[in-house]
């Protein structure tokens, strides 16, 4: 391979390449502790696991342990009593269809390559960018972390209300007392859990597979249970009073009265209900005139209570719970007796709170691809894993939910708590063989659960902070010596007890909904975004997902936010769009290959390709700039005021392409020239300028600015206007290169109808930090060469920088012209243009040509023409040009002291136009053109175009520097270059003449089109 053999560094050999592809192991995460081990000198070593995982331990259930939990045992039953078993069917198979779509989606990005360490995160800001990928990596977070606050709230509500009821710090009955004993033991076991997370994370993983058995041995004993009831009922009976359900924890015996050794006395309901045990007690209205009824609470599966259960009983908070079929009498106009032992609704249900309790019981479904670093082969495991575990789950939900209502009473099913039967939870008495096992089972679930979304979240926010995508978060990337996340472990606890302190499940779990569906809404974004971009690297090994899946399960996450909450799915979507632009101004440029980046590549080029479809019209001109700068030595911007100008003359919009030219090769300087962008970059953002920057490597600068010309920009967005400085330092230069490149710019620019702005003094502009607080922008408007004069000034005053100055335009009448009617046909045009301006016309009439402009032209000619006649050495030119000028100067300054009539000791006096013009007027009144030739014999032959010309200019100067000398900004119409090449030498004197005596010029050449226009 001698052939390749200095590529071999850069390119290395297909062998070695798949040498490395084989011994390539995808380590751990993190989610286990490093084991450490200490050999007998006392060396600390750290044992790496390799990932060894398969389907079944490391996706399948994982998933289903984290998708089955505290809704399921605590919650699912009152949701089939409320919403009915058709109205739960439909809110079990809209959630499961959601998460089934979702893992479709999922499944393609995850095969689409290996996916490391991070999970669900990695996938979506990996395919959708940083923006929104730390946008929706929070959201995951903070939904892990609101989950834990759900399980933990599931956890305290099993500990007080089945397993240990008197283990109460507030004492009493009421929502209060009960509330407030959650926010105490919920932050107890918060911390408890905290420490269990910081002392090692080994723990929590060794005991996984006990809160799964678990679960796993509930759900069993439910199904047991379910057909123990086709078999025997089990012997719990619900009390009713007429119609109403009561709680039966404070009496044994549903009955007024009862014998008793032959006697007839009062039962315990009696003593509550009246104010005395004998039977002439004074007693409840409602309990003399109704009945009390024992039924069963669980008739079981033959009973044909399905019938009762397949419609929804909705309720406002506080009424009871009654079994409508129950005959009884009612009080009217009597309120809600809270104090008998009634069963009362504790919330106001409707079908969208429904969707928001239960979408938590099916979330989890990202298990499997969060533990993608433990897995030997993640693009095979996740999507079987993932898509069996929610087929299993699904089926477990529909099946419950069509056996609960097949098997247990309405009025049993809608008590939340189980008050009306002993205070057991409802799902434990279907369970066989006890309903502890129920008790205990959901309890150890939602402590394991708690302690997977405290482990999870923390790794969750320090994979984001690693990312380096959002600034204020970089704290929480640190951690233990062993990458334990402490710092992001402390900021979970803290926003989980937020969760705590709402202390009730059923306020809590709708939160958490709302961030698990935004994440999951994006992730069938990425998933059509990148089928359907065709991106040639979305190539997923799983084929089974299309883009109509895609966004079915996007607007199903959307629906369902909005079903659920909509006040919480809007503070969703704003947290997550505040994220979202604060990663887009502040965070760092991450390029990941994402698919909004392909998105916005398709964007462009449909847009670009539209623009070419037809030609700008005039109302849509607006300065397409390309900016002409110059680097220094040190390939630093010359002048940066040109990008200040720039960014105040296109107020942020537009194109803005600013380029600079190396002479050489490029092979010689191809670095310097990256270099060069990479500066041109930095200076542009620091004038927070929007815009592309672009170097080239010529031969020679004016085949540089040529090509760039010609071919900066791309179809429809091409540059119409050039924007450079004044090359200052012409006269001075050794050469006359300079002279050259602007003078074939300007002619370049022309034959391609694009304007020319030429600033003059540009170090002398104003920054953007600047605020003008006064004056004025003058413009000058000599020919009309297609309003681009007259737009510049108001374009200008968009800008806060020139905002407090006002526009002034002057036009100049000559001798023919009518003076009064041009000022009032420019002040209508002005009004129908819109624009602001005060005219004013200045009179300029044909005047003797003055000595002065004699003298200046025909320095300018000798010195033109010495210069290209004489093949000398620069400094022999420079020299030369010096000599010529030196004796112009004294022969100038020989004739005006003879004129004066001076003494000859003034003969170093300086020559200048005021002084020539007084001179003239004092002693010259009424010559003639002819007269004035016969004061110099050299005059007699200078070009007649070049005196006309320079004539122009002097005057023109003059009149310009009255009225405009104080002003802000001048801009000035700039004459073309001679057609004759001959000429160019003269003609950058004549633009030096036309500036003379102002600061900040900026000379204006039209592009040949108008850029204004009337109408609308």
Request: proline share 4%; aromatic share 10%.
């Amino acid at each position: 391979m001698a052939l390749f053999e200095e590529e071999m560094d850069s390119n290395p050999m297909v062998s070695s390449l798949l040498n490395k592809l084989a011994n390539y192991t995808n380590l751990t995460q993190g989610v286990r502790e490093h084991e450490e081990a200490e050999n007998e000198e006392g060396v600390r070593r750290v044992a790496v696991m390799v990932p060894q995982m398969g389907t079944f331990i490391g996706v399948y259930l994982p998933c289903m342990q984290n998708i089955l939990g505290v809704i399921l045992f605590l919650r699912l039953t009152w949701i089939v009593g409320t919403a009915g078993i058709l109205g739960s069917f439909a809110i079990v198979s809209m959630c499961c269809i959601c998460t089934l779509l979702t893992a479709i989606s999922m499944s393609a990005i995850a095969t689409n390559g290996v996916v490391p360490a991070g999970g669900s995160y990695y996938m979506i800001s990996r395919s959708l960018g940083p923006e929104f990928g730390g946008a929706v990596g929070l959201c995951f977070y903070l939904g892990t972390t609101f989950a834990g606050s759900m399980y933990i709230l599931g956890t305290i509500e099993i500990l007080l209300t089945y397993i240990v009821p008197t283990a109460t710090v507030f004492k009493g009955t009421d929502d209060e007392a009960r509330l407030n004993n959650m926010r105490v033991y919920g932050t107890c076991c918060l911390v408890l859990m905290a420490l269990v997370v910081f002392v090692g994370v080994k723990y929590v993983n060794k005991l996984a597979l006990v809160f799964l058995a678990c679960v796993i041995l509930s759900i069993m004993a439910t199904y047991a249970g379910v057909i123990k009831t086709m078999i025997e009922p089990p012997e719990f009976n619900v009390c009713l009073l007429g119609n109403r359900s009561l709680s039966n924890e404070k009496f044994e015996t549903c009955a007024k009265t009862q014998i008793v050794k032959n006697q007839t006395v009062t039962t315990e309901l009696w003593s509550i209900f009246c104010n005395s045990k004998y039977p002439n007690a004074t007693c409840d209205e409602y309990f003399t005139l109704n009945n009390l009824t024992e039924i069963q609470a669980i008739p079981g599966l033959l009973s044909g209570v399905i019938k009762e259960n397949l419609w929804g009983d909705y309720s406002p908070a506080g009424m009871y719970i009654e079994n409508k079929d129950q005959p009884s009498v009612q009080l009217l106009d009597t309120p809600i007796d809270t104090d008998k032992p009634y069963v009362f609704n504790d919330i106001t249900t409707y079908f969208t709170l429904l969707v928001g309790i239960y979408f938590p019981s099916v979330t989890g479904i990202m298990a499997g691809s969060n533990r993608s670093g433990d897995l030997r082969d993640a693009q095979r495991s996740i999507p079987i894993g993932t898509i069996m575990a929610i087929l299993t789950t699904s089926f477990i939900y529909i099946s419950c939910v069509v056996l609960f209502g097949a098997c247990i009473e309405g009025v049993v099913l809608r008590d939340k708590f189980g008050y009306s039967v002993k205070k057991n939870p409802v799902i434990g008495i279907l369970a066989w063989p006890s309903p502890w096992v129920i008790v205990i089972g959901s309890f150890f679930s939602c402590c394991g659960a708690g302690l997977q979304s405290l482990t999870g979240a923390p790794r969750l926010l320090q994979a984001i902070a690693r990312d380096g995508i959002i600034p204020f978060l970089q704290v929480f990337g640190h951690g233990k010596a062993n990458g334990e996340p402490t710092w992001a472990l402390l900021l979970t606890v803290g926003i989980c007890e937020i969760g705590i302190l709402i202390a009730s499940l059923d306020a809590v779990a709708p939160i958490l909904s709302m961030f698990f569906l935004m994440c999951y809404l994006f992730v069938n974004l990425a998933c059509a975004v990148q089928t359907l971009l065709c991106t040639p690297n979305w190539r997923p090994r799983f084929k089974f997902y299309h883009w109509t899946l895609s966004f079915l399960g996007m607007s199903l996450c959307l629906s369902l936010m909005f079903i659920s909450s909509w006040y919480y799915a809007l503070v969703a979507m704003v947290i997550a769009g505040c994220i979202y632009k604060y990663i887009e101004y502040k965070g760092a440029v991450k390029e990941w290959g994402d698919g909004i980046r392909g998105l916005s590549l398709n964007a462009a080029r449909y847009a670009l390709i539209r623009l070419e479809e037809a030609p700008l019209h005039t109302k849509n001109w607006r300065p397409q700039l390309l900016v002409l700068c110059k680097l220094d030595s040190d390939l630093s911007v010359k002048h940066p005021r040109l990008l200040s100008f720039s960014t105040q003359l296109k107020a942020g919009k537009g194109l803005t392409i600013v380029c600079s030219v190396l002479e050489g090769t490029y092979m010689t300087r191809g670095n310097e020239a990256k270099t060069g962008e990479q500066n041109l970059k930095a200076a542009m953002a620091s004038e927070r300028m929007k815009g592309f920057s672009h170097v080239v490597v010529s031969s020679n600068l004016r085949d540089g600015f040529s090509l760039l010309i010609q071919s900066a920009g791309l179809g429809g967005m091409k540059h119409n206007a050039v924007l450079m400085a004044w090359p200052t330092g012409w006269t001075q230069a050794r050469d006359s290169s300079a002279r050259r490149n602007f003078i074939e710019t300007v002619r370049e620019t022309t034959a391609a109808q694009q304007a020319l702005l030429v600033a003059k003094n540009i170090d002398h502009f104003p920054s953007n930090q600047e605020r003008l607080k006064e004056g004025t922008i003058d413009v000058w408007w000599i020919v009309h060469d297609g309003g681009l004069l007259m737009l510049l000034p108001f374009l200008l005053n968009q800008h806060k920088v020139w905002r407090k100055c006002k526009m002034r335009i002057f036009t100049v009448a000559q001798m023919d012209d009518n003076s009064i009617q041009m000022k009032k046909d420019l002040q209508m045009f002005l009004y129908h243009l819109r624009l602001d301006a005060e005219v004013e016309v200045v009179e300029m009439h044909d005047s003797d040509i003055s000595a002065f402009t004699y003298e200046k032209t025909l320095v300018m000619e000798q010195r033109s023409q010495m210069l290209k006649q004489m093949q000398l050495s620069r400094n022999e030119r420079e020299r030369e040009a010096q000599l010529i000028h030196d004796r112009n100067t004294a022969s100038h300054s020989t004739m005006t002291d003879k004129a004066a009539g001076a003494t000859p000791d003034r003969v170093h006096m300086t020559w200048t136009k005021e002084k020539l013009i007084h001179e003239r007027n004092k002693h010259r009144e009424g010559m003639g053109v002819k007269d004035m030739f016969n004061m110099k014999p050299e005059w007699e032959n200078l070009n007649q175009s070049n005196v006309r010309r320079m004539h122009t200019a002097v005057k023109l100067n003059e009149v310009v520097v009255k009225k405009s000398q104080n002003s802000q900004l001048v801009l000035l119409n700039m004459p073309g270059p001679p057609k004759n090449k001959k000429g160019d030498e003269n003609y950058m004197e004549f633009l030096e003449v036309l500036m003379d005596g102002l600061d900040r010029v900026v000379l204006v050449r039209g592009g040949g089109r108008e850029v204004i226009t009337i109408y609308s």
